[in-house]
């Protein structure tokens, strides 16, 4: 653990190398975004075109096998079965009538008749494709590019109606060497109906297990359209390359801008930890010129307001007057180890300005709070001590504040708490509550009080959700028998609430806001009953 903490510092004082490395992360993980968004969008397009070609292309072909099924449903009810010119008249009428109906045909096993040709010698045709109980189909009767050839037949008994590539081609734009092919025999034989023919199965492991219409190969895209026959499928076929180019040219509109995003990345690392950088030296130096304060928040029992102690707050007030939240360098100061020193600096200022103080007042103490690396090693212990020495103060006048986040390992900090209490410190929780510190670990540690989190006295009176957390965490510690602070009371009716909850000691700006050690010195000197009034506002 120290050796990962001890690299992660290092690193934070290489800002140039850490900003690098935000930068080159964040660019792998742009560029795999980007690819992953251009592939599905590639993906979508490609998706949107063929749904698009494969709607036009059912709709042209429900229209043309239904004006050839009516063709060779009128022939077949005319009474005419031989090849005269009234036939042929016949057959040129009903090419006539219907657009899509390119030829039709008479066969009667020995001559043949046509729309377009007369009467000629049969030329007999392949078996159908496909069998039907009245309708017989021939699905590709020529594979030549010409739009003036029959490509799909419908036969009925001894008539045939055709219809001509053309009819197809005009609503399907097919790229290069792509197929529109109908898939028979149970997945396993396909036949071109525009384009060439095309290895089927395409793959070894076709049929596919998605439902999904578009199926994407490393090298075709096949699109599935469906069907109400179950003895074929329609299945458009086209290659990748074309689309594989159009990708290529979306990832290099994406590539500079993902860099150019991640460059931004790396540049606003590098500022943040520049500057907590600086803020860690300035505070290292507010430390060495005088600049942090310690002020202090009494702490007083309900019941009679008299101030029975104070918190001591940490300020830093820099040379132009303005003030750093806590908020911002305390965590700070944890991260970077500063945090000891800080804590030394408190307990220091406060005995050497109030040690006259305490020494006068045996029943007041002052709380300190700790942070986590304080809290996990017995270090504190010691330099307390040689300080309580040299002031003439009782160790039950200073206590110590731990939270909830700051037990980080609970049987550890547990003997570090104990050997403080055992010389005599007093040992508070604070901001209770707000952690993960549950009641099962509350009974095993040596605490003397809790204090709760000003969270939770704000929601008392309301109907908010979490009104009910205060009494309930002073029922808690009622039966474990400590004392419960209640921190951030700012009304009244706060105080007499708590008050008669069996909340006996309180703070917040009810009765004061953070106090000089002057004031607080006064306070404790005078004894004022503070009533509704604040020692701040007294002139």
Request: proline share 6%.
């Amino acid at each position: 653990m120290s050796s990962a903490l001890s690299l992660i510092r290092s690193l934070f004082y290489r800002p140039w190398l850490l900003a690098t490395l935000a930068a080159a992360g964040s660019a792998i993980l742009l560029l795999l975004a980007s690819l992953g968004l251009a592939m599905h969008q590639l993906q979508q397009g490609e998706s949107e075109q063929m749904n698009a070609q494969g709607e036009r292309f059912l709709e042209r072909l429900e229209q043309i096998f239904g004006q050839l099924r009516e063709g060779v449903d009128l022939l077949e009810a005319q009474p005419l079965r031989s090849c005269s010119p009234k036939m042929v008249s016949t057959l040129q009428q009903v090419a006539f009538q219907y657009r899509f109906v390119y030829e039709a045909s008479y066969v009667d096993g020995v001559h043949s008749c046509s729309s377009r040709f007369g009467e000629e010698v049969v030329d007999p045709l392949r078996v159908p494709d496909i069998q039907g109980p009245t309708y017989s189909y021939w699905l590709n009767t020529t594979t030549q590019p010409n739009d003036n050839l029959a490509a799909l037949m419908l036969g009925r008994g001894k008539f045939r109606v055709s219809t001509s590539r053309g009819h197809l081609s005009d609503v399907v734009d097919l790229p290069p060497n792509g197929s529109l092919l109908v898939i028979l025999d149970n997945d396993t034989r396909a036949i071109p109906v525009l384009g060439p023919p095309q290895i089927w199965p395409p793959s070894e492991q076709w049929p596919p297990q998605t439902q999904q219409a578009l199926v994407v190969l490393s090298d075709l895209l096949i699109y599935r359209m469906p069907t109400n026959s179950p003895d074929y499928q329609l299945v458009l076929m086209t290659p990748r390359p074309s689309n594989q180019l159009r990708m290529n040219t979306v990832l290099w509109l994406l590539f500079p801008g993902s860099l150019l995003l991640a460059w931004c990345i790396g540049w606003l690392v590098l500022q943040v930890i520049s500057q907590r950088r600086s803020l860690s030296g300035e505070l290292q130096g507010a430390l060495r010129r005088g600049e942090l304060q310690v002020l202090y928040q009494p702490i007083f029992e309900l019941n009679s307001r008299r101030c029975v102690g104070a918190e001591a707050l940490v300020r830093w007030r820099r040379p132009d007057g303005t003030l750093t939240s806590p908020d911002l360098f305390i965590p700070l100061a944890e991260n970077t180890g500063q945090i000891r020193e800080i804590t030394d600096f408190v307990i220091q200022q406060l005995l050497e300005q109030l040690g006259h103080v305490l020494r006068a007042n045996p029943h007041l103490y002052i709380s300190v709070n700790l942070a986590a690396c304080d809290v996990m090693a017995p270090r504190i212990g010691g330099v307390t001590a040689r300080l309580l020495a040299i002031h003439h103060v009782s160790a039950s006048q200073i206590a110590f504040e731990v939270t909830e986040r700051g037990l980080i390992d609970v049987v550890v900090a547990r003997d570090n708490l104990q050997a403080l209490r055992d010389v005599g410190h007093k040992v508070l929780i604070d901001d209770f509550g707000t952690g993960y510190c549950s009641l099962a670990y509350l009974q095993t540690l040596p605490v003397d009080c809790l204090k709760i989190d000003k969270a939770f006295i704000d929601a008392l009176g309301h109907d908010a959700a979490s009104s009910g957390v205060a009494p309930h965490i002073i029922r808690m510690a009622h039966a474990l028998e400590l004392r419960v602070i209640a921190e951030g009371i700012e009304y009244e009716a706060q105080a007499l609430l708590l008050n008669s909850e069996g909340v006996n000691y309180g703070q917040g700006w009810l009765f004061a806001h953070p106090l000089s050690a002057r004031q607080f010195a006064e306070l404790v000197t005078r004894g004022r009953r503070m009533g509704g009034r604040r020692i701040d506002d007294e002139p």
